[in-house]
């Protein structure tokens, strides 16, 4: 097995791992660790590869998610054929703009991502809303958000939806991570057939990246029962390498977009 080869399993086994130990968020290193540690050299490929392991490690989730019945499916289907619209216009907005300045803002996201995730999350006592024409039209609003900044970006945007179904819909937080990953794999799926449309998707280098995706997210959920008690320790020391990555990615694209 060559060096490129153990960099792009390597790589993938890192985002299942974290994606079965801390439960979300993870995938947004997927770009980054295919432009800096893989070595893609095209910011879009990245994006576009990405976006296709994403979409795969989502469809894993929701099956799990779906199977204990934590899914409300016509929300789910609903808020997922609205939210490939945006996803599709986004992914189009990201394809046309410069590469290096697409990475800039994508380390600005990062940033957004991590303070969200030092937040605590705090038990919300949520009543189910009736079915009328402001949830319809709010459920509508956020489902176009959210594809259009999961298509625009390449990653799942979970940080999103989840809080956006939450309140337009009124739905417990378990039903809403589980109903949010149909979403999550369907924009990750739109945007990787429209980059992959302009040939910025590597298929084998994708292929490599989920199969440590799935090694990895397999480890990662064998230790999520024993380091649960820790659980808040590494969401923070998650969000702090989430801080460091992205401070890198805009050190090196600062120059690019910023000129001196």
Request: hydrophobic share 55%; charged share 10%.
């Amino acid at each position: 097995m060559n060096t490129s080869i153990l960099a792009a399993v390597g790589s993938g086994g890192i985002v299942g791992f974290m994606l079965g130990l801390l439960g979300g968020g993870e995938s947004i290193l997927a770009t980054p660790l295919l432009l800096y540690v893989v070595g893609v050299t095209q910011p879009h490929i990245a994006i576009g590869t990405g976006a296709l392991a994403v979409s795969v490690n989502a469809f894993a989730n929701f099956a799990s998610h779906a199977i204990k019945g934590h899914v409300w499916w016509r929300c789910a289907a609903v808020f997922s054929a609205l939210g490939v619209v945006g996803a599709l216009g986004g992914s189009s907005l990201g394809k046309a703009m410069d590469g290096d300045r697409l990475i800039f803002l994508f380390g600005i996201l990062m940033l957004v991502v991590g303070v969200l995730m030092l937040k605590p999350r705090k038990p919300v006592s949520i009543e189910c809303r009736p079915v009328d024409l402001k949830m319809c039209l709010a459920t509508a609003t956020v489902a176009l958000a959210a594809g259009v900044t999961s298509g625009f970006f390449g990653i799942g945007g979970g940080f999103l939806i989840v809080p956006g179904l939450m309140l337009a819909t009124g739905m417990p937080m378990i039903n809403a991570i589980g109903t949010s990953l149909l979403s999550v794999g369907t924009f990750g799926l739109a945007t990787a057939l429209n980059y992959a449309g302009s040939g910025l998707v590597e298929w084998w280098l994708a292929a490599e990246f989920i199969g440590g995706g799935i090694v990895g997210g397999v480890l990662g959920m064998l230790l999520a029962s024993r380091l649960s008690a820790y659980k808040n320790i590494l969401n923070r020391l998650f969000a702090a390498l989430i801080f460091v990555v992205a401070a890198y990615i805009l050190y090196r694209n600062w120059g690019t977009v910023v000129p001196g």
